[in-house]
């Protein structure tokens, strides 16, 4: 796939600027960037340079308002749409798109949660064959997960051929997927923040928040614990997640999509986490400097001081991890019976279950389910993590033993059957530290 | 004598950082020893087995953890790694960035003249525990650090850009000529680096377009003449590779293994200005840097049309353009030929760092030499993956300590 001209549409936000940088860096090609507001655009181009470290790409940035969209289609090999997730702004910006598309062009959506087939039906019929979903994770120089959504229309050939462009090119780790509501790497970590999520108002007592996340910490597999993240991600994207997922998909974790009331009450408030200040944390700043790190009270609806949370099997788990010594880390796990290992336990089992579960769904094939978390996630995807139980115990058995409440849902052996070796080593995911 | 065989060996993912996983230098050793040995077929059994009739040792190359992590009596600490390891003879071997190279020839030693039969070498190094300004003075005592190095912000870099300096002042190329070369030479690494899984800047942009802008914010003018893309990188990681001797094969009926075909070890003066005042007489700008390459040739009986790849120590664009002449594959002043001709691309002739060598792998100084030295071996025996160079039989590497002071070179080669 010869691509020499791109075309993104919603340059501006988040996604779009990075993604800007990718096809102008890795690419090489020339891209005319769309926002609203070309003035804006002028002032995002240095961000999209930031984002891949390369000035030598600026002079390939080209800035343009909505009134130039049909000149700039008109001469691009690729279009990248990449508004803001409106249904309404989609199927306009799309309609737009397809009347000026050239027949021989790609047009693609970076939508996180919209039917790309609903996308495409706003082409015209002779160019729908050539529409394709793209979705990238932030930030997507260090995330290298690109999600590939055929529709019914696509043209397979041309799938091949984009798929080896984002793979080659683009240095992208591409992982097809269905046309289904979140597609597969947020449909699996959404489930486990979101459920986490719901054992912070369960457990309020015991703390809430900060003492979910210090069960689920970097020592169970990830960079960041899972209320952290959702609070980095943005409370409202990650509403629009999972209610996207809960009013559109019906599988035996279906309750676990239902966002808590807390949650929506500090959506209200807007207090959105990271990027408003506050959220499920705030960080206090003083004049003086000083800083101090408070996280939501579910109870009082009052911030407070964090505490530092002492549960020995999470201790032992660091202590070990620092040393290298996995194994261990892992018996203390399995064999902790506290009411904190027990809760980290069954995450990380019910996270194997509903991983393999949604890649059947979602996915063409098991390690897809490896690929989304470890690439768009940074988590030590599902075939790693029940490889790394495995070196300690018979994870069926735990799996039965301690998840009873799904055992009559779905068929685990089934499941289990097609289970096979990661191609990611679990050792870099489980980390000592918070 | 014995000659001395190449069982097999791992390396670290180099984009990790350790200290942000939370992890200490046990934890480092741990699985860079146990994937070593693993890929080499040897049990922790194996080890007290062969302990018991004092057989094998362990070579630690690691060049200054006392500053990076405060620790000493490195040979010691296989013990720490695991239990099979109390009472196996381990030492410690120190040549700056060459570290792992000196531990590699005291292991072959020892395999030639029959008191071990099997030698694990393990090079390491984390730095990334300090910030890199820190890290720079740090690595300032690999040159005469009280003449050079002392209260001056990223010494190396500085030392680098001399050598570039001193480049176009003894040959008579073009300034623009040379800096684009070096520009090659950083993208060729950086795009190699994209084929291995294991490098550090695997997911990294780079571009032949990107390396010659140079003074940009993204790209900063670093010493001299020398720009970030010409650097390169600080990492954390371990390399191990384990050698045996011929009893050993015999014993285990191991065979088509690789061999250790030639070596060469030259030390120049330490002080950057009187290693070019020595190059006056020679052709070449680092003679003794040639002269362990042209040592290497002797002893393996081959000449550079025997070798089929190079591993090099870009520590900088500046050294691997050095390197090129040293190796032979040009004349000396004429080493940007084999660049823009594409003689050291990885689809050429003579390709230079398919790995993406210190720029693109990266460079953890104590771990430099036998991550070098195990790609050789993953070359000659066809296991390199995306970044195997077809047909390979034999292979040389460069690694060099200091300003290149210490000079190191191995030929690994098929067994005839």
């Given at each position: 796939m010869n691509i020499k001209t791109v075309t993104v549409v919603g340059a501006t936000g988040t996604m779009g600027a990075n993604i800007a940088g990718i096809f102008a860096s890795?690419?090489?090609?020339?891209?005319?960037?769309?926002?609203?507001?070309?003035?804006?655009?002028?002032?995002?181009?240095?961000?999209?340079?930031?984002?891949?470290?390369a000035d030598s790409i600026a002079k390939n940035l080209i800035p343009a308002d909505f009134t130039m969209l049909e000149q700039c289609v008109a001469d691009s090999d690729l279009v990248f749409e990449s508004c803001a997730e409106n249904i309404h702004v989609k199927t306009e910006t799309a309609a737009r798109i397809g009347k000026a598309l050239k027949s021989d062009a790609v047009s693609c959506t970076g939508t996180s949660g919209l039917s790309v087939t609903a996308l495409a039906e706003c082409y015209p019929e002779d160019l729908r064959s050539r529409f394709f979903g793209v979705h990238m994770f932030n930030p997507p120089y260090s995330m290298s997960l690109c999600e590939l959504i055929e529709t019914k229309y696509s043209e397979k050939e041309l799938a091949d051929e984009l798929k080896d462009y984002l793979d080659r090119t683009l240095l992208r780790t591409v992982v097809e997927v269905k046309d289904s509501p979140a597609f597969l790497g947020n449909r699996i970590g959404f489930q486990f923040i979101n459920e986490a999520l719901q054992y912070a108002e369960t457990y309020k007592d015991n703390g809430g928040i900060d003492y979910i996340d210090a069960i689920l910490g970097s020592f169970t597999g990830r960079s960041m614990a899972p209320l952290n993240t959702s609070d980095f991600v943005g409370l409202d994207v990650h509403k629009a997640i999972v209610d996207n997922i809960y009013q559109n998909t019906d599988d035996y974790a279906h309750e676990t999509f239902i966002l808590p009331q807390y949650v929506q009450k500090l959506i209200d408030e807007k207090k959105l986490g990271r990027k408003s200040g506050e959220g499920l944390y705030k960080l206090v700043r003083y004049d003086n400097g000083l800083k101090r790190p408070t996280v939501l009270d579910i109870n009082t609806g009052m911030y407070r001081d964090r505490i530092p949370y002492v549960f020995p099997f999470a201790d032992n788990m660091k202590k070990y991890i620092a040393e290298g010594e996995y194994i261990k880390a892992f018996d203390q796990l399995v064999n902790n019976h506290s009411l904190e290992a027990e809760i980290c336990l069954s995450f990380?089992?019910?996270?194997?279950?509903?991983?393999?579960?949604?890649?059947?769904?979602?996915?063409?094939?098991?390690?897809?389910?490896?690929?989304?978390?470890?690439?768009?996630?940074?988590?030590?995807?599902?075939?790693?993590?029940?490889?790394?139980?495995?070196?300690?115990?018979?994870?069926?058995?735990?799996?039965?033993?301690?998840l009873t409440d799904i055992r009559g849902k779905i068929d685990i052996d089934g499941l289990l059957a097609d289970i096979k070796p990661s191609r990611y080593d679990y050792r870099l995911y489980f980390k000592s530290g918070k | 004598m014995s000659k001395v065989y190449i069982l097999g060996g791992a390396q670290t993912d180099f984009e990790r950082n350790w200290k942000k996983e939370g992890k200490n230098m046990v934890a480092l050793l741990k699985e860079a020893v146990t994937d070593g040995l693993a890929n080499a077929d040897i049990t922790f059994d194996d080890i007290k087995e062969l302990n018991k009739d004092n057989r094998v040792a362990c070579f630690v190359g690691n060049f200054i953890a006392e500053k990076y992590t405060e620790q000493g009596h490195l040979g010691a600490f296989m013990t720490e790694v695991n239990a099979a390891f109390y009472g196996v003879p381990s030492a410690r071997y120190e040549a700056a960035c060459a570290s792992s190279s000196v531990a590699i020839d005291a292991a072959q030693t020892k395999i030639k003249s029959?008191?071990?039969?099997?030698?694990?070498?393990?090079?390491?190094?984390?730095?990334?525990?300090?910030d890199s300004k820190t890290g720079g003075d740090f690595l300032g005592r690999a040159a005469f650090y009280e003449k050079e190095g002392k209260d001056i912000d990223f010494p190396f870099p500085k030392l680098f850009g001399k050598l570039a300096d001193e480049t176009l002042k003894k040959y008579p190329i073009e300034e623009k000529r040379y800096m684009d070369a070096l520009a090659s030479i950083s993208a060729i690494n950086y795009s190699n680096g994209k084929r291995n899984p294991m490098a550090q800047t695997r997911k990294w942009f780079m571009s032949y377009e990107q390396a010659s802008?140079?003074?940009?914010?993204?790209?900063?003018?670093?010493?001299?003449?020398?720009?970030?893309?010409?650097c390169s990188q600080v990492t954390d990681g371990a390399a191990v590779v384990v050698l045996a001797s011929e009893k050993f094969m015999k014993e285990r009926g191991i065979k088509e293994k690789p061999v250790i075909k030639g070596y060469g070890h030259r030390v120049a003066p330490m002080l950057f200005e009187k290693k070019m005042a020595d190059n006056a007489a020679s052709a070449f700008i680092l003679p003794w840097t040639r002269q362990a390459v042209?040592?290497?040739?002797?002893?393996?009986?081959?000449?550079?049309?025997?070798?089929?790849?190079?591993?090099?120590?870009?520590?900088?664009?500046?050294?691997?353009?050095?390197?090129?002449?040293?190796?032979?594959?040009?004349?000396?002043?004429?080493?940007?030929?084999?660049?823009e001709s594409g003689l050291i691309s990885f689809d050429g002739k003579k390709p230079i760092n398919p790995s993406g060598g210190l720029i693109g792998c990266g460079h953890p100084v104590g771990a430099s030499g036998a991550r070098m030295f195990l790609d050789l071996y993953k070359q000659v025996t066809g296991t390199a993956g995306r970044y195997q160079i077809h047909g390979v039989r034999n292979a040389m590497m460069l690694n060099i300590g200091g300003s290149a002071t210490t000079n190191y070179v191995f030929v690994v080669g098929v067994d005839r």
């Open positions: 890795f690419g090489g090609a020339k891209v005319y960037m769309i926002g609203r507001d070309i003035e804006k655009v002028k002032r995002t181009i240095p961000r999209t340079v930031k984002s891949v470290k990380l089992l019910k996270y194997i279950v509903y991983s393999l579960y949604a890649a059947k769904e979602v996915g063409y094939t098991i390690e897809a389910a490896d690929d989304v978390m470890a690439t768009g996630f940074n988590w030590c995807p599902p075939l790693a993590m029940y490889q790394a139980l495995s070196s300690v115990s018979d994870v069926k058995t735990l799996i039965k033993e301690r | 029959g008191d071990y039969d099997v030698a694990i070498v393990v090079g390491w190094e984390l730095m990334k525990t300090v802008t140079r003074g940009t914010e993204t790209n900063p003018l670093v010493g001299g003449k020398l720009a970030v893309s010409d042209v040592d290497a040739y002797k002893r393996s009986g081959l000449t550079v049309d025997d070798m089929d790849v190079f591993e090099t120590h870009d520590c900088f664009t500046s050294s691997e353009y050095a390197a090129i002449s040293s190796f032979g594959l040009t004349e000396p002043s004429r080493e940007y030929e084999a660049v």
